[in-house]
């Protein structure tokens, strides 16, 4: 490329890859990212590192795997020095900027580094990240945005907010140099409660209005803890209801996604390179378990990833992939150091494995529900996982009594 371009990496919180337009999921969750998939690739088999946010975004803004940046095993904090994504992009010239709305992502654990300016959205840093006009904004429009006049928390949304901390960085910076910008929306992270405007978006064919659907959602967050441990089954109308929920905040988020993207390009004329991925998957009772930090199944660990601006081989696009690799590739298209980035660059070679990795799980939550629960036959212990096309191999660390064992399963 002539000019460097521009780089908008965009992750979405706890978002399925089945749950998406690009997978001809039933419902058109994500019509924005759709048309960034069109543009260039959809990757069919990403694969994140971690199974969680903690693990998985550190390794997005690292280029290294779990066990090698530590975060969620005994480190909570990236050390001080650690050469960062952002760093790489900084040291070539760009200007770099880092907007969340997850506290795992955020200057507590030390992934701010190597950001020129680093906004956590959340309700405590709101004066000091987001201007009073578009706080002014948003509580004008709370039920286009947001939950209406709510004083739960949980169901209250943040990416009108996110997109305009964004949004004002941004326009003070696209001209002048090129950018790299990280932006973690938190939705559709569970609670699962859609802002008003999207609430009803797929509740056409549940028995409960969409309010109450809305309830079912935040009284499973409410107790999933307990109803994990007991091992309680919600029946099909209670799953509908939070399957509707979730994918609403799907579809509330891409809007917001594509409202950005199109306020990027209208800024600048300079050529973008957009990825928009998530961190994890999540779980809907699968192997009795809901949410996320169990397990290195596909449920949780196979993401969306749809990548533009780019110029990638056609055969890429079915192969598994790893954030790390995308991540190396960029890197290397504007000429950016990659020593040390554990990914292979796209352009030139094709991965023929994944590896998600994953720390010992915290039985204590679920134990204070029933004594006697335990994760077995799943992941107890620190965990590694290898998937390719066809086959996952999994290897447990101290699952039982310091043992290892290992399962290997054909994934159809």
């Known amino acids: 490329m002539s ?27 994500t019509p924005a990212v759709r048309s960034i998939a069109e543009e260039g690739r959809y990757f069919q088999s990403c694969f994140a590192h971690g199974k969680y946010t903690l693990t998985s975004t550190a390794s997005i803004l690292t280029g290294t795997y779990p066990t090698w940046h530590r975060l969620g095993y005994e480190r909570s904090r990236l050390p001080e020095g650690t050469k960062t994504i952002p760093q790489r992009f900084r040291d070539v010239g760009y200007a770099t900027g880092g907007f969340s709305s997850n506290r795992y992502v955020s200057a507590e654990t ?3 580094q190597g950001f020129d300016q680093f906004s956590w959205i959340h309700p405590s840093t ?15 429009s709370i ?7 709510q004083r ?6 943040t990416p009108y907010l996110l997109n305009h901390a964004a ?5 003070e910076t696209l001209e002048s140099s090129p950018v790299f910008a990280y932006l973690h929306y938190n939705e559709p992270h ?3 409660y859609p802002p008003l405007s999207y609430i009803d978006a797929y509740t056409d064919s549940l028995a409960e209005s969409p309010r109450s659907a809305g309830e079912i959602s935040m009284n499973v967050h409410r107790n999933v803890e307990r109803l994990i441990a007991t091992g309680t089954e919600l029946d099909d109308g209670e799953l509908a209801a939070i399957r509707s929920m979730y994918d609403a905040e799907i579809r509330y988020t891409d809007q917001q996604v594509g409202s950005l993207l199109n306020d990027v390009r209208s800024m600048s004329d300079r050529p973008v390179v957009v990825v928009v991925t998530a961190d994890h998957g999540e779980l809907f009772g699968e192997y009795g378990l809901m949410g996320h930090k169990f397990v290195l199944r596909d449920e949780l660990t196979r993401v969306p990833l749809a990548v533009s601006g780019l110029k990638l081989p056609t055969d890429r696009s079915s192969s598994v992939v790893q954030h790390a ?4 590739t960029i890197l290397a298209t504007i000429g950016a150091d990659t020593e040390g980035v554990q990914g292979i660059n796209l352009e030139t070679d094709k991965r023929t494995f994944a590896v998600s990795q994953h720390h010992r799980t915290d039985l204590e939550p679920y134990q204070t529900y029933n004594p006697e629960y335990e994760m077995r036959p799943f992941h107890e212990g620190e965990c590694s996982s290898i998937r390719t096309d066809e086959f996952r191999l999994v290897r447990e660390e101290g699952a039982t009594s310091d043992c290892t064992r290992s399962q290997t399963k054909r994934v159809t």
């Open 152 to 157: 739960d928390p949980y169901k209250h949304a």
């Open 3 to 29: 000019r460097r371009p521009h780089v908008i990496w965009i992750t979405l919180d706890s978002v399925r890859a089945d749950h998406t337009s690009m997978e001809d999921y039933r419902r058109d969750t």
């Open 110 to 112: 030390g992934l701010d």
């Open 325 to 328: 690799d995308v991540l190396r």
């Open 190 to 192: 569970r609670p699962y």
């Open 143 to 149: 039920r286009r945005h947001s939950a209406g006049l």
């Open 167 to 171: 949004r004002d960085w941004l326009s």
């Open 126 to 140: 709101l004066l000091g990240t987001v201007s009073p006009r578009h706080l002014v904004g948003y509580a004008l």
